[in-house]
């Protein structure tokens, strides 16, 4: 059992910045990919970002593209997403997941992960 834990949400004014964390323990491994889900209330659960086991392999969702960042410490297994130029309709409970699966062709489905975060809440004020 894998378990996953997210910390570094908060409130921050549109424009600002947050970085959140997501701690793998239990059976893990830093080669599994980590990704990113947002769901905001009343709206399906989004693909914001994954990393497969080196930090060279990474993927976007579009409306996070070029102002999110993923990364990983496999030292540390753990994740991060840093997030710069937040704006109001990037409030949403963050969730981090994990796959075991290695293909690159389904970070992006939310189906393909294993497990799952209890997330963590962002909300940006105008």
């Known amino acids: 059992q894998v378990q996953l834990l997210e910390s570094g949400g908060g409130l921050v004014q549109a424009g600002g910045s947050l970085r959140l964390s997501c701690a793998a323990s239990?059976?893990?491994?830093?080669?599994?990919?980590m990704g990113w889900f947002r769901q905001a209330p009343g709206k399906e659960r989004e693909f914001v970002a994954a990393?497969?086991?080196?930090?060279?392999?990474?993927y976007y969702g579009d409306s996070v593209k070029g102002r999110f960042t993923i990364s990983r410490d496999n030292a540390k297994n753990t994740v991060y997403l840093q997030m710069n130029s937040l704006k109001p309709e990037d409030t949403a409970v963050y969730y981090c997941?994990?796959?075991?699966?290695?293909?690159?062709?389904?970070?992006?489905?939310?189906?393909?992960?294993?497990?799952w975060g209890q997330g963590t809440q962002v909300t940006v004020s105008s």
């Open positions: 997941a994990l796959t075991t699966t290695q293909d690159m062709f389904v970070m992006r489905n939310q189906n393909a992960y294993d497990f």
């Open positions: 239990g059976r893990t491994s830093s080669t599994y990919p």
């Open positions: 990393i497969r086991w080196s930090s060279s392999f990474t």
